[in-house]
């Protein structure tokens, strides 16, 4: 097997778990239960992964009249964003499995695209934001209810209490995006 240039791999027998294998869990969830938690919740990951991403690259780079008020809902986004990756990363490993990392692991599982690397106008990236937030959101309460028809309470409640965060945060975004905020692009035409 070749090796991608950019990744490193340590000696083999330092490796305790393959990555996108599921092991026993400490919760004594059955396995094939925890496999598809775990898969779900590596949707989640990546997808938070990536959207923090986007959302901090717009807070880095947000300017014009409203710079600050949007700059600072920005910042403590991605803080969110981070906690919210964080409790479902462990969430994996408590389930026995590996949180997906790395461009690979995230993009075999992301429900969300990578945006180019460009500079764009404020009011198309935080459409781009909005989205990715009503993406994870719609996915959240499917995996919701897949934790509960499965008898997973605690992941159930996990994701609920997150999927308060991601609706509240698309709510902010879409009042930014209001008729009455923002510079509209007819105006600057």
Same mark, same amino acid.
């Given at each position: 097997?070749?090796?991608?240039? @950019?990744?490193?791999?340590?000696?083999?027998?330092?490796?305790?778990?393959?990555?996108?294998?599921?092991?026993? =869990?400490?919760?004594? #969830?059955?396995? /094939?239960?925890? /496999?598809?938690?775990?898969?779900?919740? =590596?949707?989640?990951?990546?997808?938070?992964?990536?959207?923090? =991403?986007?959302?901090?690259?717009?807070?880095?780079?947000?300017?014009?009249?409203?710079?600050?008020?949007?700059?600072?809902?920005? /910042?403590?986004?991605?803080?969110?964003?981070?906690?919210?990756?964080?409790?479902?990363?462990?969430?994996?490993?408590?389930?026995?499995?590996?949180?997906?990392?790395?461009?690979?692991?995230?993009?075999?599982?992301?429900?969300?695209?990578?945006?180019?690397?460009?500079?764009?106008?404020?009011?198309?990236?935080?459409?781009?934001?909005?989205?990715?937030?009503?993406?994870?959101?719609?996915?959240?309460?499917? @995996?919701?209810?897949?934790?509960?028809?499965?008898?997973?309470?605690?992941?159930?409640?996990?994701?609920?209490?997150?999927?308060?965060?991601?609706?509240?945060?698309?709510?902010?975004?879409?009042?930014?995006?209001?008729?009455?905020? #923002?510079?509209?692009?007819?105006?600057?035409?």
């Amino acid at each position: 097997m070749s090796s991608t240039p @950019h990744l490193r791999s340590l000696d083999p027998s330092h490796v305790r778990q393959e990555w996108d294998t599921v092991a026993d =869990n400490a919760v004594r #969830l059955d396995r /094939e239960v925890a /496999e598809q938690l775990v898969t779900a919740l =590596n949707s989640e990951v990546s997808g938070l992964y990536i959207l923090f =991403n986007q959302v901090r690259k717009h807070y880095w780079l947000v300017d014009g009249a409203e710079s600050d008020a949007v700059g600072e809902f920005l /910042e403590a986004a991605a803080d969110r964003l981070t906690e919210m990756t964080d409790d479902i990363a462990i969430r994996i490993h408590t389930l026995g499995g590996v949180p997906a990392c790395g461009p690979m692991g995230i993009r075999q599982h992301a429900p969300i695209y990578i945006e180019a690397a460009h500079r764009y106008d404020v009011r198309s990236s935080l459409e781009r934001d909005r989205d990715g937030y009503a993406t994870l959101a719609e996915q959240w309460r499917e @995996h919701v209810e897949l934790a509960e028809r499965l008898g997973d309470v605690t992941t159930g409640k996990l994701l609920r209490r997150h999927l308060k965060t991601l609706e509240r945060d698309a709510y902010v975004l879409d009042r930014y995006l209001g008729d009455e905020t #923002l510079v509209l692009h007819d105006a600057t035409g």
